[in-house]
């Protein structure tokens, strides 16, 4: 073990005080007689300190001349360039002409690049090609002028050019020019103004100006020639950069691939194909490098989603699909034969929301290996009276609530017995009094058409007016809209509260039988072609869908009457002059009344083929009723319209020949 000076001083005075005890002589020792403290140091400052603090830093400087040599054989020229840039000591060592071969060897190592031009040193033409900063700002600038020897940036570039047909005609052939793109003036022809200062300088100086030219304009050819080998050289760098950056990412996207198979989607990645996947995550594919772990990690979180929708998407291709259509073919079946003992229904769902109820998703949704048949649905058809009970009592909720009745139209004697309460409260005994409100005679809605339906109704029609997505669109418990406006494109007319209110009656309490009773015949102030036609209050509702609900040049209901009730002293003769109208089979809906009640089958020129295909029923043999019931105001049987017309001053009533 090494022993420290102060341990060694110390174990030599500890032995000299046992000799003094073994010659019996008392030694009196003080500390502060026999303890010198060093002589402090003289801590250097001015010129002196920093040139030592230099030498201690100086590293390649304390190289000798000849391991310098071996170093800068080995480097390339644009680190020669950053090194001569580093210090004086060597600036002045690489710019001697004896380290003129380094430059040359350094620029030999640049596979393809054009030997140094003869107006260049071999520092400046590294400067020219390898430094990509402006030559005066020092601001980036990507683009060399090769014939003008010069790299500006875009200010510079306005600063220090000048355009070609500027300079005089007879110096033109002698002047170095090259192609630059000036901003948005777009690319022209230009010269460097220093470079046209110096060449008129000494062409106003020369004595023989026609030798002087004839020597520039070989001059300018011969930089024009190297400047072209240049320009090849800089684009096959290009190439070759390029070649490269795809590489990298030909790596990156295997390693992204490999690694998502690891995790269990080859399938998918087979299925859809690479580039579809690239376009769903462009981002992770763009960078030119090699992929880390911890890059992979961060990005993760989004491929599980996006690697989940795919899987999905093959699933709802290659086995959802099939599975829905055998559970189409079976609800088809259990629709269209009523055996006995099984349940009554007044309306059934369609096959896309049957597909997300919770026994038929789980079937459809088994593994892929799961071998389906008709027993599974057959189990899961004999929990549909309570799946139904909960699925229609949502519809009724929603189509309650898109019946608004104005607060003005109340009456103030039934206000007390309104059927549905004036707060909002989102509970469920207010739903069960919304849903009060669909057995009103304003309860009418309307689609696309131009028919109005009633509650259950609307939904028999719906379906064939609205894009509903298809069976195979339906992934999971996914339906694509949230309200039942959206899904099925069902509305509320609000001027049907006001034909009501019209007749008399408090639209927040009268029913359709209500409605009956009266026995009301109105006409329409709004428009102007039909002012003495007069109708009942389902062909009022008609007629306001038709005419009135996409009619903007209307005025607003709160502010002007749109309808006038017929005086009851006329209701006897227009009802003399009333006959039913005509038969309208092929205009109107049909619902089967031989198929069990399922949403959206409600049927128009198609009704008859249904019965033909499926029941074997002939139009003749049809009976309304026992076959057939129709839906919508326009299935019901409307009295023709009457035309008032006053004549010598008497009011006379005439049936129209047209609806």
């Known amino acids: 073990m090494v022993q420290l000076r102060s341990a060694t001083k110390r174990v030599a005075s500890e032995q000299e005080n046992i000799d003094a005890d073994d010659n019996g002589a008392t030694v009196e020792s003080s500390p502060e007689s026999d303890y010198e403290p060093p ?81 260049l040193t071999e520092p400046q033409y590294t400067n020219l090609v390898f430094y990509n900063r402006c030559h005066i700002c020092d601001k980036p600038a990507t683009t060399a002028m090769w014939n003008l020897r010069r790299r500006y940036c875009s200010a510079c570039r306005t600063q220090r050019l000048c355009d070609f047909c500027t300079t005089a005609w007879s110096t033109r052939e002698a002047l170095p020019y090259d192609t630059v793109t000036m901003g948005k003036n777009g690319s022209g022809v230009y010269v460097d103004k220093d470079q046209l200062d110096l060449f008129m300088h000494e062409y106003d100086s020369s004595t023989d100006k026609e030798q002087f030219l004839e ?39 295997t390693s992204i691939f490999e690694r998502l198979k690891k995790h269990g989607y080859g399938p998918e990645i087979e299925y859809f194909g690479c580039r579809a996947i690239q376009d769903s995550y462009k981002s992770a594919f763009k960078q030119h490098t090699h992929l880390a772990d911890s890059e992979w990690e961060q990005m993760w979180p989004k491929w599980v989603d996006i690697m989940h929708e795919y899987r999905l998407r093959r699933l709802d291709t290659t086995c959802y699909y099939a599975r829905r259509k055998l559970l189409g073919s079976e609800y088809d079946k259990y629709v269209r034969v009523q055996t006995p003992g099984t349940p009554i229904f007044d309306l059934l769902p369609h096959v896309a929301d049957l597909a997300t109820f919770p026994p038929f998703r789980n079937i459809i949704e088994a593994p892929e290996d799961t071998q389906i048949s008709e027993e599974p649905f057959a189990l899961a058809f004999a929990q549909l009276p309570v799946l139904v009970d909960e699925w229609k009592q949502q519809l009724d909720v929603g189509l309650a609530e898109l019946v608004k009745i104005p607060p003005h139209l109340t009456w103030q004697d039934t206000s007390s017995r309104q059927v549905v309460e004036s707060n909002n409260a989102e509970s469920d005994e207010s739903n069960l009094k919304n849903l009060a409100k669909l057995h009103l005679a304003c309860a009418v809605f309307r689609c696309r058409g131009s028919d109005l339906f009633t509650h259950r109704e609307v939904f028999f029609a719906a379906m064939r007016f ?4 298809p069976v195979r669109g339906y992934v999971g418990n996914q339906t694509g809209a949230n309200t039942i406006q959206e899904r099925f494109n069902i509305s509320f007319l609000e001027e049907i509260p006001y034909i009501v209110h019209t007749c008399g009656l408090d639209p927040n309490v009268a029913t359709a039988d209500d409605m009956d009773r009266r026995n009301a015949r109105l006409t329409c102030l709004a428009c102007s072609n039909s002012p003495n036609i007069i109708m009942d209050w389902r062909d009022a509702m008609l007629h306001a869908n038709q005419r009135h609900a996409h009619n903007s040049a209307l005025v607003p209901l709160s502010e002007s009457p749109r309808w006038q009730v017929i005086s009851n002293d006329h209701i006897e003769a227009i009802q003399a002059i009333e006959t039913s109208a005509e038969d309208r089979f092929q205009n109107g809906f049909r619902r089967c009344l031989l198929c069990r009640p399922r949403m959206g089958d409600g049927l128009r020129e198609e009704f008859v083929y249904h019965m033909q295909s499926c029941h074997g029923l002939d139009m003749m043999n049809l009976e309304e009723s026992v076959h057939y019931a129709c839906l919508g105001l326009e299935g019901h049987s409307l009295p023709n319209r009457v035309e008032m017309v006053e004549e010598g001053g008497q009011m006379i009533f005439r049936r129209l020949q047209h609806r």
């Not at 400052?45 to 000798?64: F, I, M, P, W, Y």
């Not at 300018?220 to 290009?238: D, F, T, V």
């Open 39 to 119: 002589v402090k140091k003289r801590r250097r400052t001015g010129v002196a300190a920093r040139k030592q603090k230099a030498r201690k830093h100086r590293g390649l400087s304390q190289l000798c001349i000849d391991e310098l040599y071996i170093v800068f054989a080995f480097v390339y020229p644009m680190d020669l360039l950053n090194l001569a840039r580093t210090c004086k000591y060597l600036r002045s060592f690489l710019m001697y002409k004896s380290s003129q071969f380094l430059w040359k060897d350094a620029l030999g190592r640049v596979e393809n690049l054009p030997d140094c031009p003869a107006d």
């Open 215 to 253: 020597e520039r304009r070989k001059s300018r050819r011969i930089i024009h020639m190297h400047a072209y080998s240049c320009l090849e050289w800089q684009r096959g760098q290009g190439r070759v950069k390029r070649f490269d950056l795809e590489i990298l990412r030909k790596e990156r996207q």
């Open 466 to 469: 609205h894009t509903y997505p």
